[in-house]
């Protein structure tokens, strides 16, 4: 029987004391924001078949040297000065994962204090995609819409105390979300009991709502 699956929060109950922000260093922050434009330019490049044969040889070379020194494990967890938890290789937001659509959470409250009851919070997340994460024409795939949603009102089950793992995630697409122009995902955890607990929220382009979600998390953890 396989192990059953651990939040990154129960990952760091476990391993005790975490590394501050000071280990995230600007030339590692530096190298996502590079690939993400090289990921965006590979997606729109018209470039002639030489072009891309030196291109590929180029990437080649250097995924060989950044493989060359490889940590144990994907997941790096670092512990801000006011208790909150960031998990920075996480596909939903993490800072040091390129794929990870570029999130910015908006006055983040820090994380409640272990074995405190959970409170109702909200809270608001920003981003601009670009065609690398495109669906049908000039608009953002369906897909990055929901894990944008799942991020943020994961996110927020977190900031509430009554953090989990994702169990149910219902999205309604309403109308086109664009990319290339700023987005703001709002989330709130008001429900909770049992080990399990209710999030809701809205992504908006201005003051158009383009989705909204309802999802459901188990917690992982014990007080």
Same mark, same amino acid.
């Given at each position: 029987m396989s192990d059953p699956?651990?939040?990154? $929060?129960?990952?760091?109950? #476990?391993?005790?004391?975490? !590394?501050?922000? =000071?280990? &995230?260093?600007?030339?590692?922050?530096?190298?996502?924001e590079r690939v993400r434009e090289l990921v965006e330019a590979v997606v729109l490049t018209d470039a002639d078949r030489a072009t891309l044969t030196d291109a590929a040889g180029a990437v080649a070379a250097l995924t060989q040297?950044?493989?060359?020194?490889?940590?144990?494990?994907?997941?790096?967890?670092?512990?801000?000065?006011?208790?909150?938890?960031?998990?920075?290789?996480? $596909?939903?937001?993490?800072? #040091?994962?390129?794929?990870? !659509?570029?999130? =910015?959470? &908006?006055?983040?409250?820090?994380?409640?204090?272990?074995?405190a009851e959970p409170r109702p919070v909200e809270i608001r997340a920003r981003c601009t995609l670009t065609a690398a994460h495109g669906g049908s024409p000039d608009r953002v795939h369906g897909g990055v819409v929901a894990l944008l949603l799942d991020q943020v009102l994961g996110m927020a089950v977190h900031a509430a105390g009554a953090g989990g793992l994702t169990r149910a995630l219902t999205v309604e697409l309403r109308k086109a979300t664009p990319f290339g122009v700023p987005l703001e995902i709002t989330a709130r955890c008001t429900e909770f009991g049992g080990g399990r607990s209710r999030a809701t929220g809205e992504l908006r382009h201005g003051e158009v709502v383009t989705a909204e979600a309802v999802a459901t998390f188990v917690t992982d953890r014990t007080k």
């Open positions: 699956p651990v939040s990154a $929060a129960r990952l760091a109950d #476990l391993l005790g004391e975490l !590394p501050g922000p =000071e280990s &995230v260093t600007p030339e590692e922050i530096a190298l996502v040297r950044l493989a060359a020194r490889r940590r144990d494990g994907g997941i790096r967890l670092i512990r801000h000065a006011d208790g909150r938890l960031e998990n920075l290789t996480q $596909a939903g937001s993490g800072r #040091l994962n390129p794929q990870a !659509p570029p999130l =910015e959470f &908006v006055d983040l409250p820090p994380d409640p204090p272990r074995g």
